[in-house]
């Protein structure tokens, strides 16, 4: 069944009550049971189990060809659960491009509780294979990554991983399912923010984990029970809202990111371009090998540092909106390292100071253009004097 269908079809089938298109909104904490124990399709208490909530479930699990799908009440818990997974001494060799949240999770929760963390740059195998010669536990992946747009070739870094005797896990929040399958190229767990793509109207923070590995994915839905971090169903239903359109709204994504970044390449205030679509960016053959096409995040480098990066931001940006988060229809800019990764001040893998980070929406492109080229023209102004001096 092509992705288009399982999107709208999957664990969605009309209600067998009412005959309800959309799946309901079973909005209660706990369900009556027919004798102690006698309980209605497994239905005991919403933290547990819910319709809508296991609906969202079955229909990302199948996006991403996996056993077992778990929805959270973020991203972030999420990640949390999925590190919980692990024991107590565990090391994990990560990204040296993670997000921010991610960064602070490790280094600020679960290093001072003695899990071991080592970064590398895991687009590059041999820096892999070098973290790996130390036993490891878990190999954390983001890719693309957020911000640098690194990609990682998930078939290579899984058979590595697994030699060594490593899990693998693959953020795939900035792919989307739609755009690639981390599964099918080896990964052991995949895990999303569905706040950004999968939900993708900037209206719902969700989060979902998914394995095909059984025991792993029953030790996955005892924390998600144990921990209590799920999402609401009303959360759960706006997620699955998105969903149904994900398909449609990421080839809009594509469509006008890869117009942007051309018209970026010849700006003379750019100084360096991030988008796995560009032939030179150095990840565009895995990115075309795993990834149906290249998304709709790009970041980007200006001439004349934060000064020009502050001017770029300051002051009207027409259809783009200064904001955190991405994945929404609406375009969003921002400065990565002032706002969403501003927890990797000292970390030694900080990000560029003159980077600004895009989340390109589904308006019309010429528009998005024209706004910033407007934005670029104060960053030149800046820039130049500069450059004079």
């Keep these: ?22 799946v309901p909104i079973y909005q209660t904490s706990t ?52 590190m919980d997974t692990l024991p107590h001494g565990a090391r994990v060799v990560a990204l040296n491009d993670v997000y921010g949240g991610t960064y602070r999770l490790f280094s600020k929760v679960l290093e001072p509780r003695g899990m071991r963390f080592a970064y590398a740059d895991l687009s590059d195998p041999d820096a892999l294979a070098a973290a790996l010669a130390e036993p490891a536990d878990m190999v954390w992946i983001e890719s693309p990554s957020n911000p640098l747009l690194k990609v990682i070739d998930i078939e290579q870094a899984a058979r590595l991983a697994r030699a060594a005797g490593a899990r693998v896990v693959v953020d795939n929040t900035f792919a989307s399912p739609y755009l690639q399958t981390p599964l099918a190229l080896g990964a052991d767990v995949v895990l999303h923010s569905t706040t950004k793509y999968v939900g993708g109207h900037s209206d719902v923070v969700g989060g979902f984990a998914a394995t095909s590995d059984d025991e792993l994915g029953e030790r996955l839905r005892f924390l998600q029970n144990a921990t209590g971090a799920v999402p609401g169903p009303f959360d759960c239903f706006l997620t699955m809202r998105g969903v149904k359109t994900l398909a449609v709204r990421m080839e809009r994504h594509c469509d006008n990111a890869e117009r942007i970044a051309e018209h970026l390449l010849a700006s003379d205030a750019v100084a360096a371009v991030f988008y796995p679509g560009i032939e030179s960016h150095a990840g565009h053959k895995a990115a075309l090998r795993q990834m149906r096409r290249f998304g709709g995040m790009i970041s980007f480098r200006v001439h004349g540092g934060r000064a020009a990066v502050d001017a770029a931001l300051t002051g009207d940006l027409g259809a783009w909106t200064l904001g955190e988060s991405l994945g929404g229809v609406e375009s969003l800019i921002e400065h990565p390292g002032a706002m969403t990764h501003a927890s990797l001040e000292g970390s030694g893998f900080e990000v560029p100071d003159d980077l600004i980070r895009l989340s390109v929406g589904i308006e019309g492109v010429a528009d998005l253009i024209a706004d910033l080229d407007r934005a670029l023209e104060r960053a030149a102004a800046v820039a130049e004097p500069a450059a004079a001096r």
């Design 31 to 82: 369900y009556a049971q027919d004798g102690v124990n006698q309980m209605r399709g497994g239905h005991d208490y919403a933290r547990s189990i819910n319709p809508t909530r296991t609906a969202l479930e079955r229909c990302l699990a199948s996006l991403e060809g996996a056993t077992h799908g778990l929805a959270f009440a973020s991203g972030m818990a999420a990640t949390t659960a999925v």
């Design 1 to 22: 069944m092509d992705f288009e269908t399982r999107a709208i079809h999957a664990g969605q089938e009309p209600d067998p009550l009412t005959g309800s298109v959309s």
